[in-house]
């Protein structure tokens, strides 16, 4: 945690948001995508259909040409809009700060679950494990296991729970630009002196 923080003091999530709503929408539009393809297709999303309520009412058709470039475009226009209407109609156009009413959400899972709490209302309700924190989690031999969820079990009790969105956040940030998983930059690497894996 002490390394990474040093290596990147000021890390945040690199979905460009303003809402726990926008970043509802762009964390779902992220699955099998790129954030700086997200963050392509966002400005013209929320300029169309800024509340729930706007996106709930549009078509299927116009949110998917959107939303095209983002990929599985028909899948995750037909999620957003659901999610759009359930936020209107049970929660009056606002994303609820409970793990287990995001998750009731459709097409939305523990992972975006906790990011959009962890980012968007700073609740630290667990790590999130993508594939970046995946791979450096088993690199660095904080995990042997493969499951997301056994991974942030055993992460979250290693670490102080302020400390949970912070370290998640650098730890993709570092597997995005350091450690990939083919390539890994270990000459590079903050984290090469504690490293188990650096001069195997």
Known sequence: MEFLAREYPDARCELDFRSPWELLVATVLSAQSTDVRVN???PELFARWPRPADLAAASQEEVEAVIRSAGMFRNKARLLRATARVLEDEYDGEVPAEIDALVALPGVGRKTAKV????????????????????????????????????????????????????????????????????????????????????L
């Open 40 to 42: 392509a297709v966002t």
């Open 116 to 199: 959009v709490l962890g980012e968007g209302f700073g609740i630290a309700a667990g790590i999130t494990v993508d594939t970046h924190v995946r791979r450096l989690a088993r690199r660095l031999g904080l995990t042997r296991f493969e499951d997301p969820e056994r991974i942030a079990a055993e992460l979250e009790g290693l670490l102080p729970r302020e400390d949970w969105i912070r370290f998640a956040t650098r730890l993709i940030l570092h597997g995005r630009r350091v450690c990939s998983a083919r390539n890994p930059r270990c000459e590079d690497c903050a984290l090469s002196e504690i490293c188990p894996r650096v001069g």
